[in-house]
């Protein structure tokens, strides 16, 4: 069964400190590995789709890379509207009746103070 | 602009009543999926229709019916509603093509059952 672990559960950064997040999985052959934004009373907001380990993915501040067993979101100078839940995902290969499922985290909370 | 819209926003209901809850998509996606999100933030999928065909069905109740009258709308019915099935709902959507891209989540429905 597909797995996702991520850590830490909670981050609490000052405004301007850079840190990571990560994303530990098993999956039976690796799809896509998703991470979203969600913000409270939202739905998860697409932010990166990464395929094959050495891939790595930017936008702003946010940073994605991938190895064979963990992914990391690296924020860099965060501000506070950068404050969310971040949720990793992993889809397996297609087939069966895994087509397009996917198989989440349970999160990690960012808070940014100014 | 709205890519995944659902209806209701908010749903309270008592325990043993049926309630509808309806989502659609204007981007054009030929797939469509309902997810539970519990109290403690997990995301996990319950079903996945492809061109109003049923191609995932994880282990849900029976008294959980989804219904997709086309490929842009997929509505969920739930009967006889149980206080353990107080969650918050959320209808994605995404291609099929090129192995099941990133999905596109809706708003959200926080049904309460009392």
């Known amino acids: 069964e597909d797995q996702v672990t991520q850590s830490p559960e909670a981050l609490r950064l000052q405004e301007g400190e850079s840190s990571s997040l990560n994303c530990s999985y098993t999956?039976?052959?690796?799809?896509?590995l998703f991470w979203y934004r969600q913000d409270p009373g939202k739905g998860p907001e697409f932010l990166f789709t990464l395929y094959s380990a050495g891939e790595e993915k930017e936008k702003e501040r946010l940073k994605a890379t991938l190895t064979k067993k963990e992914s990391f979101l690296h924020i860099t100078a965060p501000k506070p509207e950068d404050s969310a839940t971040y949720l990793c995902?992993?889809?397996?290969?297609?087939?069966?009746?895994?087509?397009?499922?996917?198989?989440f985290g349970q999160g990690t909370i960012l808070t940014v103070h100014p | 602009d709205t890519a995944v819209s659902q209806t209701p926003k908010y749903l309270v209901t008592q325990m043993g009543n049926d309630k509808s809850i309806k989502c659609e998509q204007n981007l054009g996606h030929d797939t469509m999926y309902w997810y539970k999100q519990d109290s403690k933030k997990f995301l996990k999928i319950m079903f996945s229709y492809n061109n109003k065909e049923l191609i995932i069905n994880e282990t849900v109740p029976n008294r959980f019916s989804p219904k997709s009258p086309d490929k842009a709308h997929l509505n969920l019915h739930i009967n006889s509603l149980e206080l353990g099935d107080s969650a918050v709902y959320f209808c994605?959507?995404?291609?099929?093509?090129?192995?099941?891209?990133?999905?596109?989540f809706g708003p959200g429905t926080r049904l309460t059952v009392l």
């Open positions: 995902a992993v889809q397996a290969r297609a087939g069966g009746t895994s087509y397009g499922k996917l198989t």
């Open positions: 999956v039976s052959g690796l799809r896509g």
């Open positions: 994605a959507s995404s291609h099929r093509g090129g192995g099941f891209r990133e999905q596109f």
